[in-house]
């Protein structure tokens, strides 16, 4: 069992409303991207005029000009969830990042991070493009408790417009950037616990979505999409078995962050009330790995005792996977 101590989010300022995308003039507007992704805004970490004069024609420019580095976003994200932990940055005795999106490799991203809030403990990458939460905490809940420290920082860092073609509508519309973290704990009990997840993975299907490192953005959106949907509703099935009809008549549901209508899909043939879906992507866009573990950060006030939390991701590889959480003393 992980328990879960502190949650964070980060968004950058800069906001791409679809008016923007419309100024473009890529051949979209509001009405356009609504009735496709629902989405009506997103965040980014690069200039807003950067965008507009050079629609990121070259990917490698983005890096040079972008107004926060991976590391600076996934530490803010962290430091509000170590906040709200009750810790401090030096009681974190290990640190996970991942990403769609890293900006290093060597060094692992999560290093980059733990120097960024002082951190010193081991760090590594779980990367599982949009899947990321669930493999971070599918390899943590196999670790030996006894080998752990009593905190670890898991982070989801997506800085992913930096690779977008914004002379492509059909991507453009969709990415924005955020980060997550969570400070969670094998040993210490808190009010938010994981009892149960799921992780896999269907290799051969790992060229429908691709972020190449200095280029842009590719997928195959109709076959990603139907996978997406596919999988999303098994995985859901599985998490209401854990628990019996009773119980999963209280489960909120959050699905990965793609687009509006796939999750209104989903909820849809899922028999979801909508007081019960949680979602941000309207507003945020997809942010990849951080979408799903950002709607749990901002809708944390809203947790009752008894309460349970289905999390539900998807993403290149292609890999899925869930998570099932509980609330309550």
């Known amino acids: 069992m992980i328990y879960v101590h502190g949650l964070g989010h980060f968004h950058p300022p800069n906001e791409i409303d679809n008016a923007f995308l419309r100024d473009l003039d890529i051949g979209t507007d509001a009405q356009w ?190 076959a990603v999409q139907t996978f997406a949907i596919k999988r999303s509703l098994a995985v859901l099935a599985q998490l209401r078995e854990e628990v019996g009809p009773v119980r999963a008549a209280r489960m909120k549901f959050i699905g990965h962050q793609a687009n509006r209508s796939m999750l209104d899909h989903i909820s849809r043939s899922a028999g979801i009330a909508p007081d019960d879906h949680w979602f941000n992507v309207d507003r945020f866009g997809n942010c990849g790995a951080a979408g799903a573990p950002s709607v749990l950060s901002q809708n944390q006030h809203r947790l009752r005792d008894g309460d349970l939390v289905s999390i539900v991701v998807v993403g290149g590889g292609l890999s899925w996977g869930g998570l099932l959480l509980e609330v309550g003393e």
């Not at 530490?75 to 890293?102: E, F, K, L, N």
């Not at 120097?115 to 669930?134: H, K, Q, R, Y």
């Open 33 to 222: 991207i609504m009735e496709r992704v629902g989405i009506e805004s997103r965040r980014t970490v690069l200039p807003l005029d950067y965008i507009r004069v050079t629609r990121n024609a070259d990917p490698r420019q983005a890096i040079a000009v972008s107004l926060y580095t991976n590391a600076e976003t996934g530490a803010q994200a962290a430091s509000q969830a170590i906040a709200a932990a009750g810790i401090r940055a030096a009681d974190v005795g290990m640190v996970i990042s991942g990403s769609c999106t890293p900006q290093s490799s060597c060094p692992a991203e999560a290093c980059t991070i733990a120097a960024e809030l002082g951190i010193e403990a081991p760090a590594f990458d779980v990367n599982s493009a949009c899947s990321t939460l669930a493999a971070q905490f599918h390899v943590l809940d196999g670790m030996r408790p006894e080998r752990l420290p009593d905190y670890v920082l898991l982070v989801q860092v997506e800085n992913s417009t930096r690779a977008i073609d914004y002379n492509d509508r059909n991507s453009c519309v969709l990415w924005g950037d955020g980060s997550t973290a969570q400070v969670v704990s094998t040993r210490l009990p808190a009010r938010l616990r994981q009892i149960a997840s799921r992780f896999a993975s269907d290799p051969k299907g790992c060229d429908r979505v691709r972020f190449v490192q200095s280029g842009h953005f590719r997928q195959d959106g109709r």
